[in-house]
């Protein structure tokens, strides 16, 4: 029998309450696909095989006067056709049509009254079609919902609806920090610890030297990351407006990385970032910013979750401080930089710290979790995250996959998310950006592009050379 209510952990609390007009906590993901999309299939996919996450049938209640949480209910009223809906691009429906669509619901809240996720299933876009759909943070991580999408995907066009399995194919693109450390519960005892200390623990961090030597190397990790200065001010910061827009680059071929990445003994994410911050440097110095030593801090999520509950919803990662060095002109010297300071990044319990203080912040006023949100912000630039894709063909109600993406939230009042996603053997970079602060984010997956073919030649040469 399905449960009538639970409560959502204090970590999916946090990503709840995070939600404001100017920065939606939702997941937006898209899957190309090669020809008209049969819709009545599909509706019975998702009914057959979603729909056996109780999740997707529950809305989430939520009084914050309330010292109960936020909790998860059944929907009584619950009806799938409200959470799928079919629509058309206008002519010409090419990619800028696409993007701009994609911008529009990207800055649209859910509706809190139903199951927080939606569907839209678009025709007309680059000769076929598009599944897109949305859900909210609370719901589950990259990895988890990753996992549940692939539910709605098949190995071949003609695979049964009804099926016990779902496909496993993953490209080796991997976490973009693999963390070193481990006992996730030390981070939930010092979340603990510091609701023990008071709210003060907020407002003046020193006071976390004064916890209890079992967390004394955590207390360390966060002073540090509370100590770092204000953030540089650059036209990727500012105050944010409602209206998002998103892009995507063009695929670059995995393989291409991975050889990069021998060459220079650097891992095959280490590579991605080195262009990302190319691209952004070219971005900056395109709108007549000084580049020179600059640097600007990414949030980074690390996952957290442990291999025996990938299929688990919920949100079950850390996050960390990515310095990225725009201020590098020659690729081969910024790749080296950026493999450095994330093999440095490995060796600290940064993530399990910020997954602690989630875990924190869920239990707290909405005034110290605002407070919370505003001091981490002033910090960094952008989120940056990857989903490891499948490495074989996919296909959802009897079409070809061929391109999927995905732009994440931009938590802590932040103006741009930058996903990268593999699949099939190649690799796409989203950006999604505040219109206020970045208008033209095209510009930048235009910039990752030239940048990542810079870097390659650099590195084994420009294709077909002999180098």
């Known amino acids: 029998m399905a449960q009538v209510s639970q409560h959502l952990s204090p970590v999916d609390s946090a990503w709840l309450h995070m939600d404001d007009p100017t920065n939606l906590m939702m997941v937006t993901g898209i899957a190309l696909l090669d020809g008209p999309i049969d819709a009545a ?15 997707f049938r529950m809305r989430v209640v939520d009084d914050r006067n309330s010292l109960n949480g936020p909790r998860w209910e059944a929907d009584p009223h619950f009806n799938l056709d409200a959470h799928i809906h079919r629509v058309a691009l206008p002519s010409p429906g090419d990619m800028g049509t696409l993007q701009e669509f994609l911008g529009d619901l990207s800055s649209t809240m859910l509706d809190y009254t139903k199951p927080l996720w939606q569907v839209h299933l678009v025709e007309n876009v680059l000769g076929g079609s598009a599944m897109v759909m949305r859900f909210h943070h609370c719901i589950g991580d990259g990895t988890a919902m990753n996992n549940v999408l692939y539910r709605l995907m098949d190995l071949t066009p003609d695979a049964p609806i009804e099926r016990p399995h779902k496909p496993q194919a993953h490209s080796s693109l991997g976490p973009l920090l693999d963390p070193i450390m481990s006992a996730i519960e030390g981070s939930v005892k010092l979340a603990d610890d510091l609701i023990h200390e008071g709210m003060e623990m907020v407002r003046h961090p020193e006071h976390l030297l004064d916890l209890p030597a079992q967390a004394a190397g955590s207390a360390v990790a966060l002073t540090r990351v509370l100590a770092l200065p204000t953030e540089t001010i650059t036209p990727l910061k500012g105050p944010l407006g409602v209206q998002k827009r998103v892009a995507w680059s063009a695929q670059v071929p995995l393989d291409d990385v991975k050889q990069i990445g021998q060459a220079a003994g650097a891992k095959v994410n280490d590579v991605l970032l080195a262009a990302v911050a190319g691209a952004l440097r070219a971005y900056l110095i395109g709108r007549g910013t000084p580049v020179n030593g600059l640097e600007i801090r990414a949030v980074v999520p690390v996952d957290l979750r442990p291999a025996s509950r990938r299929h688990e919803l919920g949100n079950e990662f850390g996050l960390v401080f990515l310095a990225l060095p725009l201020g590098i002109a020659d690729p081969a010297v910024r790749l080296a930089e950026v493999q450095r300071r994330m093999e440095a990044l490995k060796r600290t319990p940064e993530a399990y710290v910020f997954y602690g203080l989630l875990n924190f912040f869920g239990r707290t006023p909405a005034q110290v979790e605002e407070q919370a949100v505003n001091l981490f912000a002033s910090k960094a630039t952008a989120v940056m995250t990857n989903v490891r894709g499948p490495a074989e063909q996919l296909y959802i109600a009897g079409n070809r996959i061929t391109n999927m993406m995905f732009w994440v939230p931009q938590s802590g009042r932040l103006g741009m998310g930058v ?49």
Do not use: H, W
């Open 41 to 55: 299939r599909y509706r019975k996919t998702v009914a057959t095989r979603l729909l056996s996450f109780e999740r």
């Open 419 to 467: 996903s990268i996603m593999s699949y099939c053997g190649q690799v796409t970079l989203g950006v999604i950006t505040d219109a206020g602060l970045v208008a033209d984010p095209q510009t930048i997956t235009a910039a990752f592009e030239n940048e990542f073919n810079v870097l390659r030649d650099a590195i084994i040469g420009a294709p077909g050379s002999s180098s």
